[in-house]
């Protein structure tokens, strides 16, 4: 079986029961144009619902994903690097934390270089 090059998508089955087909107004949008069928084309609430049945693809299915009541949020660790999706946002963490910096420690350090300094050059 050959398959398609990337980036291509998959062309639809052809059967003889089309209902219309891709056509260009004349400010060179790309429409759908419709058959020639009567309940295709009425302006009322039948010919709507006809339009949609004629667009359903009975293959297609909507399937809910399970819930995790553990755990409400997905993981989403690349969105602190791909900016906010509102559609795939999960729950956004920092893979690692950095050790917080002991602020005592540091001034005491600044204050034994300063003793240093000038013991060096009172000599």
Not at 51 to 71: G, K, S, T
């Amino acid at each position: 079986m050959k398959e398609k090059p990337p980036g291509r998508a998959p062309s639809p089955p052809r059967n003889d029961d089309t209902r219309g087909r891709l056509g260009v107004d004349d400010r060179g949008n790309v429409t759908w144009e419709w058959t020639d069928d009567r309940d295709l084309l009425a302006d009322d609430v039948l010919g709507e619902t006809a339009r949609l049945r004629a667009l359903v693809d009975p293959a297609l299915d909507l399937q809910d994903e399970p819930d995790d009541p553990m755990n409400p949020l997905k993981k989403n660790p690349k969105g602190l690097k791909s900016g906010y999706n509102p559609y795939n946002s999960g729950e956004l963490e920092k893979q690692s934390y950095r050790k917080k910096k002991n602020l005592k420690e540091l001034s005491k350090w600044i204050e034994l270089r300063k003793k240093v300094a000038k013991k060096t050059d009172d000599e």
